[in-house]
């Protein structure tokens, strides 16, 4: 039992190590792509390539050396790390090509974590292959370590955020790291002192051959599963990030789901509800629907995204549950099964990643996944009908309601929704009769979605793109033009020619910047802006004044160009350099700036890493000495003032801010700003002439400054106004 055990802590050790520097690294990796919200999925990308490359290594090991002779092979290869990562310091930089976001961040990945992360990738197959070759009395069901592995990967993912993020820095937790890859080596030398396999690991490969092949069935079964299940949480993942913002805590919840349903599933006593199988075609019906709600922004963001995450969790269930019972009996098609599920894996996870955001410019993932996880439905159920003319008029039906509900629903009702679901449910219901059904409607729907989207959606886009930066969405309504980025506003301007000079929205003349701009309209000469939304900024331009916006994404400078004035009206020199806010500034050369203004947002909120001591110390050096560093920090759930003023005040800045009152029109809006200056002249007007309030660093006690190598972001999220949404939602 004891020795049974080691196997055990192997497993468990491996597959935390792996999900840990998952989740470092990807942390290290968003400052350098801009956080961009596919750095996550392609991270995801490459861990399912190398888990892929691993699975495929230990099967052909396996088949060709032996079980035993393999194992000695293995521990050898777990030395070879010791040459790279973490066997030296790891250090991520972009490679500065001109290629696409996903392939920069795979090459990355492979030439830093990739040897190790291959080893890792590797040792859960070999523990379940070594334990099913062992005299051990479990070799029965090494299945069940697959469970262990996946326990491990799951107390990764929590204790991460809650623990390792809040208390250690980037380089603390890399050396401790470090030292647990160590630990895993001398633990699993001693197992392979110990715990010796039988004969048959040792039998010729004349022998394996002659073992029954894996059926044609099982192998596509196993990786649509594995191909779907990867999909549906990656679309989840990429739906939360685009409308609320790139964070490493919403990127935990959807993965960490998604292998809780291993966890649930792959083990001794598997646990899942039986309704998970016998209503799997509502299960995929419903969350093709709440995909059509989600697009209409019916419910407040935290409703949805609490559905969102049941709806995942369910199809993940469904996944996991298809998967194990399909599981061979034979041990030596063990290898197999994982190999063809990884394979899955890495094709659904290259869909969503690689080829999606260029194909589509709506955010369909999701939808897809679904109908890759249908796909596998045909082969749950090869005795059933075929597509007959009945279930093709079933199908026309239900879409011809698709069109006719946001009609006269386009708003939340309770009794409306129920409605919706419960058509959906007897429908699905029906399809589910038919072997092709399911997957005929959800292609056939997929295929009428750009005619039945006005339907749903509140604004028909005037232009719409999607790149690895954002989903872009230019809509015009009520004579105003703005901009969207998911379903965050990024700018607007009135249409009307003898108007459209006017700043709008965040940037009016009555919100803080623009009082501020205004004020010292003599004294503000040079002007650096992080981030050109729609240059709502250059209406501040004027003759003898140069504006120099820094762009991470160039689609959004031809947006700017080509569907809004504001730059080309501008009276002054108006500049955009393009690239990373951070890199560009720090690169720059020429006159200091009177006034920078950080407003890049990603989503619903700036990227984190240029809110850090290290940036500011960067602003600060490009910065005359009367100039003020303006930071734009409007937003949903998170509060960044108290990060700010402990940042200023560490690096001796006079530190305020203002939130903006909504003045009586639908072009002003609310904004927060907070302002950062190392003039005592400019602090004293900021508060006297202008009402800004100051901020004491000392007021935020429980608050640690941002840096390079630490940001925690679970204090700043305002957990009081997503409980007012749960409160104040009225489900009738």
Same mark, same amino acid.
């Given at each position: 039992?004891?020795?049974f055990w080691?196997?055990?802590?192997?497993?468990?050790?491996s597959?935390?190590?792996?999900?840990?520097?998952?989740?470092?690294?990807?942390?290290?990796?968003?400052?350098v792509y801009?956080?961009?919200?596919?750095?996550?999925g392609?991270?995801?990308?490459?861990f399912?390539a190398?888990?892929?490359l691993?699975y495929?290594?230990?099967?052909?090991?396996?088949?060709?050396?032996?079980?035993?002779?393999?194992?000695?092979w293995h521990?050898?290869?777990m030395?070879?790390p010791?040459l790279?990562?973490?066997?030296r310091?790891l250090?991520v930089?972009?490679?500065?090509?001109n290629?696409?976001l996903?392939?920069d961040v795979f090459f990355?990945?492979?030439?830093?974590?990739?040897?190790?992360?291959?080893v890792?990738?590797?040792?859960?197959l070999?523990?379940q292959?070594?334990?099913?070759?062992?005299?051990?009395?479990?070799?029965?069901?090494p299945y069940?370590?697959y469970?262990i592995s996946n326990?491990g990967?799951?107390?990764?993912?929590?204790?991460y955020p809650?623990?390792?993020?809040?208390?250690?820095?980037l380089?603390?937790q890399?050396?401790?790291?470090?030292g647990l890859?160590?630990?895993?080596?001398?633990?699993?030398?001693?197992?392979?002192?110990?715990?010796?396999?039988?004969r048959r690991?040792?039998?010729v490969h004349e022998?394996?051959t002659?073992?029954?092949?894996l059926s044609?069935?099982?192998?596509?079964?196993?990786?649509?599963?594995g191909?779907g299940?990867?999909?549906?949480f990656?679309?989840v993942?990429?739906?939360?990030?685009?409308k609320?913002a790139p964070?490493? #805590?919403?990127?935990?919840i959807?993965l960490?789901?998604?292998l %809780? +349903? *291993?966890?649930?599933?792959?083990? !001794? =006593?598997?646990?899942?509800?039986?309704?998970i199988d016998t209503q799997?075609?509502?299960?995929?019906?419903?969350?093709?629907?709440?995909?059509?709600?989600?697009?209409?922004?019916?419910?407040?963001?935290?409703?949805e995204l609490?559905?969102m995450?049941?709806?995942l969790?369910?199809?993940?269930?469904?996944?996991?549950r298809?998967?194990?019972?399909?599981r061979?009996d034979?041990?030596?098609q063990?290898?197999?099964?994982?190999?063809?599920?990884?394979l899955?894996?890495?094709?659904?996870?290259m869909?969503?990643?690689?080829i999606?955001?260029l194909?589509?410019t709506?955010? #369909?993932?999701?939808?897809i996944?679904?109908?890759?996880?249908? %796909? +596998? *439905?045909?082969w749950?159920?090869? !005795? =059933?009908?075929?597509l007959a003319?009945?279930?093709?008029?079933?199908?026309?039906?239900?879409?011809?309601?698709?069109?006719?509900?946001p009609?006269f629903?386009?708003?939340?009702?309770f009794w409306?929704?129920?409605?919706?679901?419960?058509?959906?449910?007897m429908?699905?219901r029906?399809?589910?009769?038919?072997r092709?059904?399911l997957?005929?409607f959800?292609i056939?729907a997929?295929c009428?979605?750009?005619?039945i989207?006005?339907?749903?959606?509140?604004?028909?886009?005037?232009?719409?793109?999607?790149?690895?930066?954002?989903?872009?969405d230019?809509?015009?309504?009520?004579g105003?033009?703005?901009?969207y980025?998911?379903?965050?506003?990024?700018?607007?301007?009135?249409?009307?020619? !003898?108007f459209?000079?006017?700043?709008?929205?965040?940037?009016?003349?009555?919100?803080p910047?623009?009082?501020l701009?205004?004020?010292?309209?003599?004294?503000f000469?040079?002007?650096?802006?992080?981030?050109?939304?729609v240059?709502?900024?250059?209406?501040?331009?004027k003759?003898?004044?140069?504006?120099?916006f820094?762009?991470?994404d160039?689609?959004i400078?031809?947006?700017?160009r080509?569907?809004?004035?504001?730059l080309s009206?501008?009276?002054?020199?108006?500049?955009?350099?393009?690239?990373d806010?951070r890199?560009?500034?720090?690169?720059?050369?020429?006159k200091?700036?009177?006034?920078i203004?950080?407003?890049?947002?990603?989503?619903?909120?700036?990227p984190?890493?240029?809110?850090?001591?290290?940036?500011?110390?960067i602003?600060?050096?490009?910065l005359?000495?009367?100039?003020?560093?303006?930071?734009?920090?409007t937003?949903?759930?998170?509060?960044?003032?108290?990060?700010l003023a402990?940042v200023?005040?560490?690096?001796g800045?006079?530190?305020?801010?203002?939130?903006?009152?909504?003045?009586n029109?639908?072009?002003?809006?609310?904004?927060a700003?907070?302002?950062?200056t190392?003039?005592?002249?400019?602090?004293?007007?900021?508060?006297?002439?202008?009402?800004?309030?100051?901020?004491?660093?000392n007021s935020?006690?429980?608050?640690?400054?941002w840096?390079?190598?630490y940001?925690?972001?679970?204090?700043?999220?305002?957990?009081?106004?997503?409980?007012?949404?749960?409160?104040d939602?009225?489900?009738?």
């Amino acid at each position: 039992m004891r020795r049974f055990w080691l196997l055990g802590i192997i497993t468990f050790l491996s597959a935390f190590l792996m999900f840990q520097i998952e989740l470092i690294t990807a942390k290290k990796f968003l400052p350098v792509y801009g956080g961009s919200y596919l750095v996550w999925g392609a991270c995801m990308v490459f861990f399912q390539a190398a888990l892929l490359l691993g699975y495929v290594a230990a099967h052909y090991g396996t088949k060709f050396l032996g079980a035993g002779r393999y194992l000695r092979w293995h521990l050898v290869l777990m030395l070879v790390p010791f040459l790279f990562f973490p066997g030296r310091p790891l250090h991520v930089e972009s490679t500065h090509w001109n290629i696409p976001l996903s392939m920069d961040v795979f090459f990355r990945l492979a030439v830093t974590i990739g040897p190790v992360f291959f080893v890792l990738a590797t040792v859960s197959l070999v523990t379940q292959m070594w334990l099913g070759h062992s005299r051990l009395k479990r070799e029965s069901n090494p299945y069940f370590l697959y469970g262990i592995s996946n326990i491990g990967s799951f107390l990764a993912l929590f204790t991460y955020p809650f623990l390792f993020e809040r208390y250690l820095t980037l380089t603390q937790q890399l050396t401790i790291w470090r030292g647990l890859y160590g630990i895993l080596f001398l633990v699993t030398a001693a197992a392979f002192l110990i715990i010796k396999t039988g004969r048959r690991a040792e039998v010729v490969h004349e022998e394996k051959t002659a073992r029954a092949s894996l059926s044609r069935d099982d192998v596509i079964r196993w990786f649509l599963l594995g191909a779907g299940g990867v999909m549906v949480f990656l679309g989840v993942n990429n739906i939360i990030t685009m409308k609320i913002a790139p964070l490493l #805590l919403l990127w935990i919840i959807p993965l960490g789901l998604y292998l %809780l +349903a *291993y966890v649930l599933n792959f083990k !001794r =006593r598997p646990w899942c509800p039986a309704w998970i199988d016998t209503q799997s075609h509502s299960l995929i019906g419903f969350g093709f629907l709440f995909f059509l709600i989600s697009a209409q922004r019916t419910l407040p963001m935290p409703i949805e995204l609490l559905l969102m995450l049941v709806i995942l969790f369910g199809l993940c269930m469904y996944c996991q549950r298809r998967l194990y019972r399909s599981r061979p009996d034979d041990q030596e098609q063990l290898t197999a099964f994982y190999v063809v599920m990884s394979l899955g894996g890495f094709a659904g996870g290259m869909i969503v990643t690689w080829i999606v955001p260029l194909i589509f410019t709506d955010i #369909l993932e999701f939808w897809i996944g679904l109908i890759v996880i249908s %796909l +596998a *439905y045909i082969w749950e159920v090869p !005795r =059933r009908r075929g597509l007959a003319p009945y279930f093709i008029r079933v199908s026309l039906v239900f879409m011809a309601m698709l069109v006719v509900w946001p009609i006269f629903c386009k708003s939340y009702n309770f009794w409306a929704f129920i409605l919706l679901f419960f058509s959906g449910w007897m429908v699905f219901r029906r399809l589910a009769e038919s072997r092709f059904g399911l997957s005929f409607f959800l292609i056939a729907a997929l295929c009428l979605w750009p005619s039945i989207e006005p339907f749903w959606t509140k604004e028909v886009p005037v232009y719409r793109e999607r790149n690895f930066y954002g989903s872009y969405d230019v809509v015009d309504k009520r004579g105003v033009r703005t901009l969207y980025n998911g379903d965050t506003l990024h700018g607007a301007q009135v249409l009307a020619p !003898r108007f459209r000079h006017i700043p709008t929205t965040y940037y009016s003349r009555g919100t803080p910047v623009g009082k501020l701009i205004e004020r010292e309209g003599r004294s503000f000469k040079r002007m650096g802006i992080a981030g050109l939304g729609v240059g709502t900024l250059a209406a501040y331009s004027k003759a003898g004044r140069v504006i120099d916006f820094y762009e991470l994404d160039p689609d959004i400078a031809r947006i700017a160009r080509k569907y809004f004035t504001y730059l080309s009206d501008a009276q002054g020199k108006v500049n955009i350099i393009f690239g990373d806010a951070r890199l560009s500034v720090e690169r720059r050369k020429g006159k200091p700036y009177d006034l920078i203004v950080v407003d890049t947002f990603g989503s619903d909120a700036i990227p984190f890493h240029l809110l850090t001591k290290e940036m500011v110390r960067i602003y600060r050096k490009n910065l005359t000495d009367n100039g003020v560093l303006l930071f734009h920090i409007t937003n949903r759930y998170l509060r960044l003032d108290p990060i700010l003023a402990r940042v200023g005040g560490a690096l001796g800045a006079d530190v305020s801010s203002q939130r903006g009152a909504a003045l009586n029109t639908d072009l002003t809006l609310h904004t927060a700003w907070v302002a950062m200056t190392w003039s005592q002249k400019q602090a004293r007007l900021l508060r006297s002439d202008l009402g800004w309030v100051p901020l004491n660093e000392n007021s935020y006690p429980g608050v640690r400054p941002w840096t390079d190598d630490y940001i925690y972001v679970l204090p700043v999220i305002e957990t009081g106004k997503v409980l007012k949404v749960f409160k104040d939602f009225k489900i009738f």
